[in-house]
């Protein structure tokens, strides 16, 4: 039994810092595409693929990792503690910042499957949670990870996600297009 | 007789992403300012799957298909 | 239910029929002369469906049609909106965007009463409770349909509401009215669905032309006989039209439908100097070459001669040694500036359509500056949520057209020959 619970605590890690990379890749292809990002062999139509199909895996992943954290018997985190943050016994603050992270990306995955059917602007409303999701996950992972954040590899990994999303958001911020150029003009309308 | 769907654009959701010419090349080409010229003529039979790929890649849902009377 | 209608014709020609009070008095009607030639408002018998039913009847039996630029049979669309769900509303429209008419403001300013009593009459043909008439901001017709209402306060079975709109040539169109009145936000929406089936925070709106309710209260009046008295089987009735340009009494003018287009100019005193064209239908109108004496003033048929852009109720003369080429570019200049920046092919087509007819004007544009403007004047048609640049593609498609040699000399490089002539067109901004 020893070795599964130990079995159920590294899945419960590694996966947790994997669906960090995963959110990580998720969000800065997220933001590039907002940017209209577009190479000859990776055209908008691409970017917008795998940044869906990321994020189908990221869910899987993240479903995986909080799964984990909930069969073993170490913590003592129940089902209710992964969806109500700051519920939990076991490192209320970091485990509540988890859920909150998990919370909202429930939200992104609802919106996201009845986007056909809600109007563009409110689903591109909701979808900006993203970018909140996105850091709460973060310093979940750092807080949590206690003396496992703290690992020469781990903290590299961290930063470079860090980096990424940040340089992903300053090129989707300075990304610019004439058609939103020409709406911005005052036409005295409204 | 079978009901058939034609495609669509909403100019006014429209910001020329260009998705749509992208995925069906051979049904929408972009004018000279990146915006989608459509004909009138409905989807043809076997393309509805990659029509409504192109419809849901949309960033802003501009793309639709739409219902048109069966042609008699 | 008639009242003795007055007579059609005098001198042989159709007597003046909105405008009447204004020729036997020289002064805008108030209540009491208005009362004195038209009567009371027969708006009894619409209390009940019977009365509605026939009121609906007799201006279909007329044939009238909307007298904004579409040209939409009127009483189709009181049975639309009567038969929509939802608390109707009507909407008159007095804002006349185009810059190149005045005849709704002449209307509103003279006969102010009939106006009104178009929109009562239509309220109560669609059951709707409430009424709206739309003026251009800041004009002066606002005063003047304040006193009328004033006057008339209380005897009305509905109350008009007055509201002014941006005073924006795209802020006039039907969805875009609609849209000001539920949100201030006045540019147009893509339709379907049209105001006629959700319109005013989503209620079914019956939008008119202030001039068609004009007309609809003479033949509510005077019946459906006598509105077909002048005009022709296909176009009954008369039209108010603004006639301006080279001509000896530029104004507005009502004209019988079925007059050729010669006679009409010749209302206004005729071309003052060898006419090259006359624009048809406003600023978002086309152009047709003379001879003017072939076509006749219908929707129809000025349609057929070239005139494909808006409605009839705007002319404006151009003068042989004006350039076309540089006038058109002025008219496509200003059209690209009142776009309402919502769909691409409109924001960009225009200004790109301007920027060819200004290269060609100054004969900076060679053949292919013409080639791509004949490309793009194939792309930017029909790709808008409304027809704005529909108007902008007309105006420049027919003045390739009507003036070919202009356009021929232009792209050879050959400096304008009416460089420094004044504009004739009355654009904003430009002068005419």
Not at chain 1, 47 to 55: G, K, P, Q, S, W
Not at chain 1, 161 to 179: E, G, I, N
Not at chain 3, 285 to 290: K, R, T, V
Request: proline share 7%; aromatic share 6%.
């Amino acid at each position: 039994m020893a070795f599964v619970n130990q079995a159920l605590w590294f899945a419960s890690r590694s996966s947790g810092q994997v669906s960090l990379l995963l959110l990580t890749l998720v969000a800065v292809l997220g933001a590039l595409h907002t940017g209209r990002a577009a190479t000859r062999r990776w055209p908008r139509f691409a970017v917008h693929t795998l940044h869906h199909n990321l994020a189908v895996l990221a869910v899987a992943f993240v479903a995986v990792h909080v799964a984990a954290a909930i069969i073993d018997p170490y913590a003592g985190i129940r089902w209710a503690d992964a969806v109500v943050p700051f519920a939990s016994t076991y490192q209320p603050f970091w485990t509540g910042l988890g859920a909150a992270a998990a919370d909202l990306l429930l939200a992104l995955v609802v919106s996201s499957m009845m986007r056909l059917r809600l109007p563009w602007r409110l689903w591109r409303a909701l979808h900006f949670a993203a970018y909140v999701l996105w850091p709460v996950a973060l310093v979940h992972g750092l807080g949590i990870g206690g003396a496992d954040a703290s690992l020469g590899w781990v903290r590299t990994i961290d930063a470079g996600c860090a980096l990424a999303v940040a340089a992903a958001v300053v090129v989707r911020m300075r990304a610019r297009h004439q058609d939103t150029e020409a709406r911005r003009v005052e036409v005295g309308l409204r | 007789m079978t009901r058939s769907v034609t495609l669509v654009v909403d100019p006014t959701a429209c910001r020329a992403h260009g998705l749509c010419a992208e995925m069906l090349p051979d049904v929408i080409r972009l004018d000279e300012w990146g915006y989608p010229i459509l004909g009138p003529e409905p989807v043809a039979a076997g393309r509805e799957r990659d029509v409504r790929a192109a419809v849901r890649a949309c960033p802003t849902l501009a793309l639709r298909l739409r219902r048109t009377d069966p042609s008699c | 239910m008639t009242t003795t209608a007055p007579d059609l014709r005098r001198d042989g020609v159709c007597a003046p029929r909105l405008l009447a009070g204004w020729f036997a008095t020289g002064a805008p009607a108030d209540r009491a002369a208005h009362a004195a030639r038209y009567g009371p408002l027969p708006v009894a018998d619409l209390r009940h469906r019977a009365g509605r039913a026939e009121l609906t009847e007799t201006v279909a039996r007329a044939g009238l049609r909307g007298r904004g630029g579409g040209g939409f049979p009127t009483a189709r669309k009181l049975i639309a909106v009567a038969a929509a769900r939802g608390r109707p509303v009507v909407v008159a429209n007095g804002c006349e965007g185009d810059p190149a008419g005045l005849k709704d403001r002449v209307l509103l300013e003279i006969a102010p009463h009939l106006v009104i009593d178009g929109i009562v009459l239509a309220a109560a043909a669609v059951r709707a409770r409430d009424a709206v008439l739309c003026l251009g901001e800041g004009g002066l017709q606002v005063a003047r349909i304040a006193g009328a209402l004033a006057e008339r306060s209380g005897t009305d079975p509905i109350d008009v509401r007055v509201t002014e709109v941006p005073h924006r040539y795209v802020a006039s169109e039907e969805s875009a009215l609609a849209r000001f009145l539920t949100r201030g936000d006045a540019r147009p929406t893509m339709t379907p669905p049209r105001p006629a089936q959700r319109g005013v925070h989503g209620r079914p709106t019956l939008v008119d032309n202030v001039e068609t309710l004009a007309h609809l209260a003479l033949i509510a009046r005077y019946g459906a006989e006598w509105y077909r008295g002048c005009g022709t089987a296909a176009a009954p009735g008369t039209t108010l039209v603004t006639i301006r340009g080279a001509v000896w009494k530029p104004g507005v003018y009502e004209v019988e439908y079925g007059m050729s287009l010669e006679s009409v100019l010749d209302e206004a005193g005729g071309p003052a100097a060898p006419a090259g064209a006359v624009l048809v239908g406003g600023l978002g109108g086309a152009w047709l070459a003379p001879p003017f004496a072939d076509v006749a003033f219908t929707p129809e048929d000025l349609r057929a001669a070239g005139a494909v852009g808006g409605g009839v109720a705007a002319l404006a003369v151009l003068p042989r040694r004006a350039c076309g080429v540089a006038e058109t570019a002025r008219v496509v200049r200003y059209l690209a500036a009142e776009s309402a920046r919502q769909c691409g092919p409109c924001m960009f087509g225009l200004p790109a359509l301007a920027d060819d007819m200004t290269d060609l004007a100054v004969g900076r544009g060679g053949p292919a500056t013409l080639a791509r403007l004949r490309q793009r004047l194939d792309v930017v048609p029909g790709r808008g949520a409304c027809a704005h640049p529909d108007g902008a593609v007309a105006i420049v498609s027919s003045a390739l057209r009507v003036f070919a040699d202009d356009v021929e000399r232009h792209v050879a490089g050959a400096p304008c020959s009416s460089a420094g002539l004044r504009p004739w067109l009355p654009v904003p901004g430009v002068g005419g």
